[in-house]
Structure formats: C-alpha cells, structure tokens
C-alpha cells in the first residue's frame, strides 16, 4: 500500500510537472508570437510612414509641375487662337507665348520605397485598399508616361525636320533653366530667322496650325492625365494611409 501510494504521488507530481511545462511552453509561445506581432506592425507603420513621405514629395512635384504645364497650354491655347485669327496679339507679347509654350521640365515620379517593400515582400504587409491604391498608382505612372511618348513617336516632335524647322522659326525651343544652364546660348541660325510679318504670315498657315495644334493635344492630354490621374490618385492613397496610421 505504501509502494501504491508513492506511486500514486510520483504519477500525479510527474503530471504536475507536465502541466506546468506545457504552460510554460504555451507562455512562451504567446509571448514570442505577440514579439513577432509587434515586430510585424512596427514594420508595417514604419513602411506606411515611408510611403507616405515619397508619395507626399511626389504630390509636391506633381501639383507645381501641372501648374507650369497649366500655363503653358494657357500660352499655347492663345497661340492657336491668333493662329485661327479669333485672337489678336502685340507682337512682343506673341513672341513671348510662344517661347513659353512648352514646360521646358521633365515630370519625375519616384516609387523607390514601394519597389522595396514589393521586392522585400513587405508589400504584403499592407491592407488591401492601401495596396490596390499604390497598384493603381503605379498603373496610372506607367500609362502615363506610355500615352506620353505615343504622342511624341505619332507627332514626330523630335525626329522630324519639318517639325523642328517649324519650332526653331516659331521660337518655341523652351529655354535651358538658369540653375541648369552652364554654357552660353546658342543664336538662332541667320536662315531661320523671320520679322514680324514672316512670323505672323507663318503662324496663320494652315500647315502650321494643324502642326500645334497636335503638339498641344500631347500636352493637354499630359495635363489632364496628371492632374484627374497621377496627382488625384496620389492624394487618395495618402488619405488612406493617414486613415491606417489613424488606427
């Protein structure tokens, strides 16, 4: 009896420690999935803040860069409108829209952090409407930056010479910025130069309206693409993280 009783005392105290070591492993176990947890959402926070910082540089640059696009359409609308003969203009004041027609500046949009995070898998951090928003964001960069070059290949801004021809006699060579401009500018060639009356007579043909008026369409569609497009979209996926953020 006393050999049954120990027995039983050993079988309940090994039970005991049983118990007690599977608590612990349990313990353990919460405490370290709720470290990865904590790891997990400050990695999440800190990507989200990271985002937000590159998409709020990128709303900075959009907003100022559609304003000079902005004014510059204006500039080139005026042009048309004395090219048609509904618009009459001094001459100093033609010369000048028509220098200023087109942003002289390239729109540059950067996805670094998101490329990371998606390269990194971090990306899958995210919630689901933040991710189809920076999706969508991205989808909207690329299309952009496709419809863009279609219309410079379609219009032959740059390749070819009639075009060209047309934009140097017109004045329309967007000047070279001063911060940018480390060498001295280079004259107009002698041949290409018109007076008042040459520019005025070339400006109403038909040839050369048909001509601006498809470099206008590029970047009007440009205008409208960034402005309803890339900078709403921006703004959009900013609100969202600063709804995440708020959580």
């Known amino acids: ?58 709303k900075g640059g959009l907003e100022h ?6 004014k510059s359409n204006s ?14 203009i001094p001459m100093d004041s033609l010369k000048y829209y028509l220098s200023n027609m087109i942003y002289p500046r ?11 995070a998606i390269n990194s898998g971090k990306f899958e951090l995210l919630g689901d409407s933040l991710k189809a928003s920076l999706s969508l964001l991205k989808d909207f960069t690329n299309s952009r930056s496709s419809t863009l070059d279609k219309g410079f ?19 329309m060579s967007p ?9 001295p500018s280079i004259p107009m060639h002698p041949d290409l130069l018109l ?11 038909p040839d050369t309206y048909l001509n601006l008026k498809n470099i206008n369409l590029t970047y009007l569609s440009d205008e409208i693409w960034i402005r309803y497009g890339l900078l709403r979209v921006t703004n959009e996926t900013i609100e969202i993280i600063d709804q995440e953020l708020k959580k």
Do not use: C
């Not at 390239?106 to 990371?116: D, G, I």
């Not at 290949?153 to 004045?171: G, K, M, P, V």
């Not at 070279?176 to 480390?182: I, L, Q, R, S, Y």
């Open 75 to 88: 500039n080139f609308n005026k042009v048309l409108l004395y090219s048609v003969g509904d618009y009459e």
């Open 175 to 183: 000047s070279v910025p001063d911060e940018f401009n480390d060498h």
């Open 153 to 171: 290949d379609i219009y032959h801004f740059y390749n070819d010479r009639q075009t060209q021809e047309l934009i140097a006699r017109l004045y």
């Open 195 to 205: 007076d008042n009356l040459q520019l005025s007579t070339l400006l109403k043909e």
């Open 65 to 70: 860069y559609v304003n000079e696009l902005n």
């Open 106 to 116: 390239t729109l540059s949009v950067v996805n670094a952090v998101q490329e990371e």
């Open 1 to 58: 009896m006393l050999l049954e009783n120990k027995t039983g005392k050993y079988f309940k105290y090994a039970i005991g420690e049983i118990i007690l070591v599977v608590i612990g492993i349990l313990i353990a176990l919460n405490i370290n999935n709720w470290n990865e947890s904590r790891k997990l959402e400050d990695s999440k926070l800190h990507l989200m803040q990271a985002l937000k910082n590159e998409l709020v540089r990128n």
